[in-house]
C-alpha cells in the first residue's frame, strides 16, 4: 500500500491505527521514487514516506553541497563564505521538530554532510527561530531544519537557513531546486552514511543568549511583573518543539505557566497542528475570569502564534497592529512596517496616522529578510503576516513565536491590563477591521499549474472602475494586484485576495470589511468564486 493510503487511513481514525505509522516509517526509509524539490513560502514540504522520504532527502542535501563547489558567488554569499573548504568549517546546525522519524532524517542529513568533511552540530528537536539564532551565535554557514511547520501529521519539511540566520532567498533555492531535480533525473542510488562524531549543541541557550545581546525584549521587567502579580498564562505547545523554552528563558521553575499538549505526539492529538481560532479554545478554557493574563497557541515548529482571552481572539492581524504600535510609542523604535499582501489594513490605519511607511510583500516571511538584516537602510520596527508568523528589527530573521509571545508578556507588565483591553484602546482611536481566512483544499494530484494560471486569469479581467457583483452585494473596483495570487480591492477599502498556498495543495483566500455585517456573506461569496475559477477559469464569469 502506498504511504498516502496509509496516512488517510491513519489520520481517519489516529487512536486506533496508531500501528500503521511502522508501515509508512518503513516506506520513508525504502521507497527510492523520485520527487520534484520546490521551496515553497518556507522550505521544501512533502508527504512522508511518498515524495518525503530518506533517499529524497538525501538528494537535495547532496544539492546543497553541490551548489556550493559550484562557486557560484550567489551562493558563497549566503553561506558567508569564500570556499568550499571554508564551508566545511563553518559547518550546518541541523535539527527537527517532533515528528515520526526526525531523528532519523536528521542522522540521514548529518550523515552525508560529515562524509564530505562538513562540520555538523545536532540540534536535536528544536524551534524555527532557535536555528535562525544558534547560526548567528555559532557563525555557521547555515541551518538545516527538518520539519513542516504547522502542515498535518502526513508532512514532512526541510527549512534551509542561510548564514544570516533567515529563510532562504530564492536567488540561493533557485539554483538548489536546479541541481536537486537534475539529480532526481538521474535516480541515482545516494548512499546513506551514518553519523561520526555527534556534536550536541543546547541550541535554546544560544536563542537565549542572542535575545540577551539584542535587548529587544526586557526580560527583567517580564520576571518582575509575574513574580509580583497574579496572572494566569495558558499555552498551547501543540505537543511541539516550544515546551519548556518560556520557563527557562525567564528562568522560571515548570508550573509557572499552565502548559497545554506539551507530551510526545507525532499525531497532534488528531487535529492539524496550526494556531487557529478552533485549536486555541483548549488553552483559553483554563483561563479565568478577572484574571490579568491571555492563552496562546504555538505551532509545532515555534514560528507561528495566535493569542486570546477571555474578551475575544487576538489573531495577528490584530496582534501585529498591535506590536507595530507598543515598538514605536513605548520602545521608541523608528523604521517602515512591513507585512503581507494578505494581511489586515489595521497596521496601515495606524502607521499613516504617525507617517510611517507600510510596505506589503508576496506571502513568504522570507520576503521580510531585506528589512530585518542588519545593513537594512528600511528597517522593520515589526513584519508580520495573518498566518500568524511575526519579528521585529533585532530580533531573528524567522518568524518567532517565542518572541510573540514574551512581546505579549511585556505589554502585560507595561500596562497592567488585558491585551483585548489595549487593543479596544486602539481599535477606538484609529478604527476597526474585520478580517477573515480560509482554505480550499485541491486533491495532491489536481493541484497543478493550471490552478494558478485560472486565479492569474481572474486578475487579467477585471481593472479599477469595474464592477463585481457578491451576491446581492456590488462592488466597484479601486485596484486590482498580481504579484502574489489576485487581490480585488473596492472603494469602499475592503478587499478580498485568492493564491495558491506554497505548502499545501490549498487555495487560500483572505479578506476584509469594515463593515462587520457584509463579512459573512463575503467569505462565502468569495469561496464560491474561487472554486468557479479554479475548476473553470475564467469562463465562469462569461
Known amino acids: 500500500m502506498k504511504a498516502s493510503k496509509l496516512w488517510k487511513e491513519l489520520l481517519s481514525d489516529p487512536q486506533n491505527k496508531r500501528h500503521l505509522l511502522y508501515e509508512i516509517e518503513t516506506l520513508a526509509k525504502e521507497n527510492t521514487d523520485p520527487a520534484e524539490i520546490h521551496f515553497g513560502t518556507s522550505g521544501w514540504r512533502g508527504e512522508i514516506g511518498s515524495d518525503f522520504t530518506m533517499q529524497n532527502v538525501r538528494v537535495l542535501t547532496k544539492a546543497i553541497i553541490e551548489a556550493v563547489k559550484s562557486k557560484e558567488a550567489v551562493v558563497l554569499e549566503e553561506f558567508g563564505v569564500n570556499s568550499f573548504d571554508e564551508f566545511k568549517e563553518k559547518g550546518i546546525i541541523v535539527g527537527h521538530d517532533n515528528r515520526i522519524l526526525g531523528k532519523d532524517f536528521a542522522f540521514e542529513v548529518i550523515g552525508l554532510l560529515q562524509s564530505e568533511g562538513i562540520n555538523c552540530y545536532y540540534a536535536g528537536e528544536a524551534a524555527t527561530p532557535e536555528f535562525s539564532a544558534a547560526v548567528v551565535e555559532l557563525g555557521a554557514a547555515a541551518s538545516i531544519n527538518l520539519t513542516p511547520s504547522h502542515n498535518p501529521a502526513n508532512y514532512g519539511g526541510f527549512k534551509l537557513n542561510?548564514?544570516?540566520?533567515?529563510?532562504?532567498?530564492?536567488?540561493?533555492?533557485?539554483?538548489?531546486?536546479?541541481?536537486?531535480n537534475e539529480i532526481m533525473k538521474k535516480n541515482p542510488s545516494i548512499p546513506s552514511y551514518f553519523p561520526g562524531n555527534i556534536k550536541r549543541i543546547d541550541i535554546t541557550e544560544l536563542y537565549i543568549q542572542f535575545i540577551k545581546k539584542q535587548g529587544l525584549?526586557?526580560?527583567?521587567?517580564?520576571k518582575e511583573f509575574l513574580i509580583k502579580e497574579k496572572t494566569q498564562i495558558a499555552i498551547d505547545h501543540m505537543h511541539g518543539s516550544t515546551r519548556g523554552r518560556l520557563a527557562r528563558i525567564l528562568s522560571f521553575r515548570p508550573g509557572k505557566f499552565i502548559c497545554l499538549r506539551k507530551e510526545e505526539d507525532p499525531l497532534f492529538g488528531g487535529v492539524s497542528p496550526e494556531p487557529s481560532e478552533e485549536n486555541l479554545k483548549l488553552a483559553l478554557s483554563y483561563l479565568k475570569e478577572n484574571c490579568l493574563g491571555f492563552a496562546v497557541i504555538i505551532d509545532p515548529d515555534g514560528d507561528r502564534v495566535r493569542f486570546a482571552?477571555?474578551?475575544r481572539?487576538?489573531?495577528?492581524?490584530?496582534?501585529?497592529?498591535?506590536a507595530f504600535h507598543y515598538l514605536y510609542n513605548f520602545k521608541e523604535l523608528r523604521g517602515v512596517v512591513v507585512k503581507s499582501l494578505g494581511t489586515s489594513n489595521f497596521v496601515n490605519a495606524i502607521a499613516q496616522a504617525l507617517n510611517v511607511e507600510v510596505i506589503e510583500t508576496k506571502v513568504g516571511f522570507k520576503n521580510f529578510r531585506p528589512y530585518l538584516l542588519p545593513q537594512s537602510t528600511k528597517k522593520a520596527i515589526v513584519a508580520f503576516e495573518e498566518s500568524d508568523g511575526i519579528s521585529a528589527y533585532g530580533n531573528t530573521l524567522e518568524k518567532d513565536a517565542i518572541f510573540g509571545v514574551l512581546l505579549a508578556l511585556e505589554m502585560l507588565a507595561t500596562f497592567k491590563k488585558n491585551l483585548s483591553d489595549y487593543l479596544e484602546e486602539i481599535e477606538n482611536h484609529y478604527g476597526r477591521y474585520y478580517s477573515s481566512r480560509t482554505g480550499i483544499e485541491i486533491p495532491r494530484e489536481s493541484f497543478g499549474p493550471h490552478i494558478k494560471q485560472h486565479i492569474m486569469e481572474l486578475g487579467k479581467n477585471f481593472k479599477g472602475g469595474d464592477t463585481l457583483k457578491f451576491g446581492n452585494l456590488q462592488k466597484k473596483i479601486l485596484s486590482v494586484t498580481d504579484i502574489d495570487g489576485i487581490k480585488i480591492v473596492f472603494e469602499d477599502l475592503s478587499w478580498f485576495m485568492?493564491?495558491?498556498?506554497?505548502?499545501?495543495p490549498k487555495i487560500r483566500i483572505y479578506l476584509e470589511t469594515k463593515n462587520f455585517t457584509e463579512l459573512e456573506q463575503l467569505m462565502e461569496e468569495a469561496k464560491s468564486l474561487t472554486k468557479r475559477i479554479c475548476y473553470e477559469g475564467i469562463r465562469c464569469f462569461i
Open 313 to 322: 481572539q487576538i489573531p495577528m492581524n490584530y496582534f501585529g497592529a498591535m
Open 309 to 311: 482571552d477571555l474578551n
Open 162 to 180: 542561510p548564514a544570516d540566520g533567515g529563510p532562504a532567498p530564492e536567488s540561493l533555492t533557485n539554483i538548489i531546486e536546479k541541481i536537486a
Open 217 to 222: 525584549i526586557d526580560l527583567e521587567k517580564i
Open 498 to 504: 485568492i493564491r495558491p498556498s506554497g505548502t499545501e
